[in-house]
């Protein structure tokens, strides 16, 4: 088998050490299923050939016409930012039409 067949690579832990898993907030997990239902931000993020966190996040948040200003943000700062963005996306996207007579 060679190392192209395999689909990940395992490698054993040295005797005594402990195993720690790193997981996504649920708030960035939101915020990542809903720009995957806009065909037009996803194209706007591909074309951007910076992969910065906060980038993306500045990208997202101009799409939506969130303003953000330019100052150190805090993780629960970014996390709160996560949940508009992921708000005001789905209003993006769930926007009723009316006819109008």
């Not at 040295?14 to 037009?40: S, T, W």
């Amino acid at each position: 088998m060679s190392t192209s067949d395999k689909p990940f690579e395992v490698r054993s832990l040295r005797p005594g050490a402990k195993l720690q898993y790193e997981m996504f907030h649920p708030q960035i997990i939101a915020l990542n299923r809903e720009v995957g239902l806009h065909p037009e931000l996803c194209k706007i993020l591909a074309n951007q050939p910076q992969t910065d966190v906060y980038i993306r996040i500045l990208e997202i948040a101009t799409y939506c016409n969130v303003l953000m200003v330019a100052e150190i943000y805090t993780l629960e700062d970014i996390l709160d930012m996560c949940e508009k963005l992921t708000k005001a996306l789905y209003e993006k996207r769930t926007q009723l039409i009316i006819p109008y007579k």
